[in-house]
Structures are given as C-alpha cells and as structure tokens.
C-alpha cells in the first residue's frame, strides 16, 4: 500500500511538473499533442467519475481536481499559443480540430466556437456556480439542525456513540466539500476566461507574424492562423467544457448517495401513463400534421412500448415484493422467538402518555429531545461523569398528559402535566393569589397553580416562577438523575474515564490501577463522592489522592474522605458563598464520640450499632436544627469532625435526602461560617 501511495503521489508531482515545464520551455508538436490528448482523456474521466459516484464525498477532493487540470490546460495554452506563433504550425490534434470540426471552413469554424463559447458562459457555468453558491450556503446552514438530530437519535439510543461520531464526521466533510466547491467553479469560470483571451491574442499575433515574418498577404494569413487558432480553442474549449459539465453534475446531484445514470433513467421513465401519453401525443402529430408520418408513429411507437415494458417490470417487481415479505414474515413465524434482546434493560427511561407525544416529535415542533441533549452535557459539567443514554417511548397504558421515570427498568418517579398550561409556582416573595388548579411541582414537591397562556404575563408581572411543561419535565428528570446519579456509574463508565485520564497522565493511572487498587474500589470512591452532589471532574485530583493513601488503607470509605479534603476548595465553592457568612449547624463532641464508639468493623465494611430509641433522639435534634437553619433561608448544612462526618451521613441519609453534612477539614480557610445550632442529646 505504501509503494502504490508513493507511485500516485510521484505521479501527481510529475503532472504538475510538466504544466511548469510547458509554461517555460518551448514543446515539440509530437510532445504536444501527447500531452493534448492525455489532458482530454483526464476530462472525460472526471466526467465519467462526476456521473458515476455514489456519493458526493467519492469526489472530496475535487475541487483540488479542477485545480490542477486548470494549471495543466493553461500550460497546453501557453505551448500551442508558442508553436502557433513561432512556427505556423502546432501539431496534427490542434490542425485537425481546426480543419474537422469547422468543415475546413473558417466561418464555420469561428461559429461552432463561439456556440461552445456561449453555452459553457451562459448555460453550464453560470448554472452551476449559483448551484454551489446555495448548496454551500445551505449546506452550513442545515449543520445546527442535522447535529441535534445526531444527539438526539444518540440520546434516544437509536445509534451508538460510533455511529454519532461517523454522522458527525461526515457533517463536517460536507459542508468543508461545498464550500470548497462554491470557490472552485470560479477555477472553471477563469479558465474558460483565459481561453477566450488567449484565442483572441492568437488569431491577431498570427496574422502580423504571418504577413511579417512568412510573408503572407492578409487573407492567406487570417485564413491559416485562425484555422489552427481555432482548432486551438476547440481543444481547449471541449476539456474545459467537460470539466465544467462534471461540476454541474457534481453540485446538482439530488441524492447524495446514488447511482446517477440508474436513478436518472429511474426518474424519467419510471411512469407508463406518461410514456403512453408521449407516444400517444408525437403519433397523433405524424398522422395529423404535415410532419413526417414514419418517423413520428415509429418513434411514437418505440415510447409506447417502452410504456409496456416499464409496466411490466413494475408490476413483477411488486408480486416479487409482496412475496418476498410473505417469505420473510414465515421465516419469522417459523424461527425460535430471540428473547436475548429482552433481557437488556435500560439505565434511564423516560416514558410518556400519547398527549405528550407532541412535546418530543421535532415535527410538530416539540424540544423535549433537544432539552435531553442539554442535560447529559449539563450534568458532565456538573458533576464530570456521562450520563448513560436516555430512552424516550410512549406508553399507551399511561394517563394521556402522565409521565413516569425509570432507572434500571425500575420505575422511581412520575409526573403529571397539562398541555398548553404553563406551571407558575410562587418563590416566597408574592402575595397576591392568582387563580389556576392547584397542583405540586414534581421535582420537589413544592406547591404550584396550572395557568393559562392568557395568565402568564400577569404571573409573571406579578413575581411568579412560571415555567413550560418541557422546562418541568426537563427538570424532574434531571433531579431524579442527580439523585441516582452515583449507582448508575457501572465498571465500563469508570474504565472509560480511566482511558481518558491516561492519555494526559498515564504515570498517575499506572501507579493507582490495579496495583494499588481495583477498578472496583475505584468504582465506589467515585460512587461515594457523586452520591453526595460532589463532582469527579477533577479526576487527577482524585486519583493521586488515592495513590497516597492507598498503601495504608483500601477503605473505599476512608479513602473517599481523603479524597473530599482534597477537593475542599471545589466543596466549598459549591456549599459556601465568597464573601458571605454561612449559618451552619455542628455537632455535640460527645455525640460524636458515641456515634464512633458504635462503629463496628467488619470484612464487609463499617457499620453502626446505635440503639434505635438513640437514633430517634439524634434525629429529632437533627430535625430541630434543620428547621432552625430553613426558616432562616439556608441551605441545612451540618459540620462534624473529619472522623464522624461519613458515618453521620450515613446515620441522617434515609430520613433528610438534602442534609449538607461537611467536616472541618473540607471547609477552605478563606470560609467564613457561623454555627447556629448544635446537634446534641
């Protein structure tokens, strides 16, 4: 394969070698009508090629083509216009082309020229760059949308990550192809410019070298040089006519990945009812009309048995079809049921009532595919993990406006809405009532009204929230990922970001994982954090907290509390405001104490021993100081110590779900806190 490259690419050298050579050394007539005949032979293949490819990105590097065929063309140009001049003769193509092609006439000759002039100007070129002008434009502009479809589509798990990369590639491809071919055909216009220019030049220098320097009269020197001008120009003229066709071709091509001379022929002769109506139409004028009868009713004729010959094959084609379907569903029927594909379940699921059908169909203009798109890259930024793919599906069986929520085909939340209603949920600030059906906002269960698109503006006016049913679906599903984010990172997810870091930092991935620790233990550090809204963006960070402690201790609880004090500046952006002291609750010393004195440890991990008429007493205080710290407008934060402040988590979790608890060592020293409260019993 390497030889072959090297070959093509000295081959490609050479030709552009020889059209500089051309441009400046004085070429025999044999030599040149070589070059002249290879140069036509490369312009019907570009042609041919332009007509026969199945995609427009077969010709990527066409407008590179035109470039050099151009170069190529103007070095013959330049050559010809030297032997013309210089010796009244530039070899056997250019003198036949000029002798044959214009019937050894010079008027004939000058008008068959000037028609190829016209119709490359006026009719290809001037076509086709309009064509690559609103192809290219169009082209761009459709990029936005076609790469939301492919996010989508990748979101609702019809194609994989591979998949989406490959549309997105070829996206790209595109529109760098177009555009490259808006500014080529200009190539073929200058061309066909310079052609024009050059004929002109050598039809005056060949008659004042003629009657100056061979001694001809005017007339002997008009008829002969303009004779091999113009046979000079033909040549020229019908590569760059060729060039210019292939382009037309090339940007006009409705289907950009199909046969051209199949589906044009498909196109035009694929109806019977016109080819009768054709055949009908041209024998009716042979026999009515003046016209010569034999050759209208025959070719009428030839039109209306093509008809036939059409009708049948179609007709054939479909008892084919439907044959072939009544194989295929047989086949099925006869086959093993295939469960295998039953048994994957998906780590998200979103599904919805045929009332919301219209909020995520992009036809009828509905965005709930674009809003999925946006949370998988919000909560990568959010919290640095990628948010497995999220089905969407409709589900009969549900409430019209119902939706429900499912993690690991587990159904974990629902919701209700009402299309064309917006939600409007008062923040603590307004006191004015506005009517509306009370309802609860479901990703937190806070109280709202349903209003009409009448009653938004006032809402609004009035200092009402008010959001659309997208936006509140959006919404819920974000919470309940956030929320489920952490068992939803599996052993893949983290090799994945293990690959990821060691393309910046293998030193660090090599000394952490396996030899220090398994993909497993690191799989639950990453857990541990994200179950507590902290983020693993960070993950070099996170990994060399790890590797220093990871010789003591393979706690993966331990180990995720090293990790939080090292990510103690992150943790305190996200909990503690610059320049604004925070109320905090903390905890009874001696409370800590006996929560470390229950702590029992075992293979299986760590776990506590309180006795639950304790429990009910630490957490009635809890509830105490939480309520204490809301009513104030703050967030419920409690600080412990670093050794406690795991296994208080822990002992709070299943009764306050949004309970803040940080220890001393994770607050940055640039924090300003207040304690408000303290846990005790």
Same mark, same amino acid.
């Given at each position: ?28 007539? &044999? ?27 077969? /010709? &990527? ?19 010809? $216009? ?6 009244? &003769?530039? !070899? ?5 082309? +000029? ?63 591979? =998949? ?8 790209? =491809? ?26 002109? @030049?050598?039809?005056? !220098? !060949?008659?004042? /070298? ?101 009708? +049948? ?122 009517? !509306? ?5 479901? #990703?937190? +269960?806070?109280?709202?009204?349903? @209003? $009409? ?77 994200? #179950?507590? +809204?902290? #983020? ?19 706690? $993966? ?45 075992? =293979? ?14 630490? /957490? ?20 412990? &110590? ?40």
């Amino acid at each position: 394969m390497r030889g072959k490259l090297k070959i093509a690419d000295m081959g490609v050298a050479v030709y552009l070698l020889i059209a500089f050579i051309m441009l400046i050394v004085p070429m025999p007539e &044999s030599l040149l009508d070589v070059f002249l005949t290879l140069d036509m032979g490369i312009s019907f293949t570009i042609l041919f090629t332009s007509m026969f490819a199945e995609e427009v990105l077969g /010709m &990527s590097f066409y407008p590179t083509m035109l470039l050099f065929s151009t170069i190529f063309r103007i070095a013959l140009n330049v050559s010809s $216009t030297r032997l013309i001049l210089a010796n009244g &003769s530039a !070899g056997n193509v250019i003198q036949v082309f +000029g002798e044959f092609v214009g019937g050894g006439d010079l008027v004939i000759g000058i008008i068959v020229y000037l028609i190829l002039v016209l119709v490359q100007f006026m009719v290809i070129n001037k076509g086709s760059e309009r064509v690559a002008e609103v192809t290219a434009r169009f082209t761009l502009d459709a990029m936005p949308g076609k790469q939301m479809a492919i996010d989508a589509d990748l979101n609702t798990g019809a194609i994989t990550d591979a =998949e989406a990369k490959e549309r997105r590639d070829k996206i790209q =491809e595109e529109a760098s192809f177009f555009g490259s071919m808006d500014g080529a055909v200009k190539f073929v216009k200058g061309d066909a410019n310079a052609g024009l220019v050059i004929t002109a @030049i050598n039809i005056v !220098g !060949g008659i004042a /070298m003629g009657m100056l320097r061979q001694g001809m009269d005017i007339g002997t020197a008009l008829n002969w040089y303009t004779i091999l001008t113009i046979g000079d120009g033909l040549v020229s003229m019908i590569s760059s006519l060729l060039i210019s066709l292939a382009t037309g071709i090339l940007v006009t091509k409705g289907s950009k990945t199909a046969d051209f001379g199949s589906v044009l022929v498909g196109q035009l002769f694929g109806i019977p009812k016109a080819l009768y109506i054709v055949g009908g139409v041209l024998a009716f004028l042979g026999v009515i009309t003046p016209l010569n009868t034999v050759l209208f009713v025959l070719i009428g004729g030839m039109f209306i048995i093509v008809a036939r010959v059409v009708a +049948g094959t179609l007709e054939t084609a479909k008892i084919e079809s439907e044959v072939e379907s009544e194989e295929a569903a047989a086949e099925e029927i006869r086959q093993p049921e295939n469960v295998t594909s039953l048994l994957n379940v998906d780590p998200i699921e979103l599904e919805f009532g045929y009332g919301i059908i219209p909020l995520a169909d992009v036809n009828q203009g509905g965005d709930l595919l674009d809003r999925v798109v946006m949370i998988r890259r919000q909560i990568a930024l959010e919290l640095g993990t990628v948010v497995p793919i999220i089905r969407l599906r409709d589900n009969i069986q549900l409430n019209p406006n119902q939706y429900i929520i499912k993690i690991k085909g587990v159904q974990v939340s629902e919701g209700e809405i009402l299309f064309d209603h917006y939600m409007a949920m008062n923040p603590g600030i307004v006191e004015e009532e506005i009517a !509306g059906i009370d309802t609860r906002e479901p #990703s937190f +269960g806070l109280p709202a009204k349903w @209003i $009409t698109e009448g009653q938004r503006e006032r809402a609004e006016s009035l200092g009402y929230t008010v959001v659309d049913p997208p936006s509140i679906i959006a919404t819920h599903l974000t919470e309940i990922i956030r929320q489920h984010i952490a068992e939803l990172l599996t052993r893949q997810d983290v090799q994945n970001l293990i690959d990821n870091l060691r393309e910046s930092n293998p030193s660090i991935v090599d000394e952490l994982v396996p030899k220090l620790l398994g993909l497993g233990e690191v799989q639950k550090v990453l857990q541990n954090l994200l #179950s507590e +809204g902290i #983020s693993i963006r960070d993950l070099l960070t996170i990994f060399e907290t790890m590797a220093d402690y990871a010789t003591t201790t393979r706690d $993966t609880d331990i180990l995720t509390e090293y990790v939080r004090q090292a990510l103690k500046r992150a943790i305190s952006n996200k909990y503690f405001p610059q320049n604004e002291t925070t109320q905090v609750v903390t905890v009874d010393p001696a409370l800590e104490q006996e929560i470390m004195a229950s702590v029992k440890q075992t =293979e299986q991990g760590a776990y506590l021993t309180l006795d639950p008429s304790r429990i009910e007493a630490i /957490m009635n205080s809890v509830r105490a100081q939480v309520e204490k710290l809301e009513n104030l407008g703050r967030n419920p934060i409690v600080i412990t &110590s670093p050794i406690v402040r795991a296994y208080f988590k822990r002992l709070t979790e299943d009764y306050f779900r949004d309970l803040i608890v940080v220890s001393y060592n994770e607050v940055d020293s640039n924090v300003q806190i207040q304690s408000v409260g303290l846990i005790q019993i």
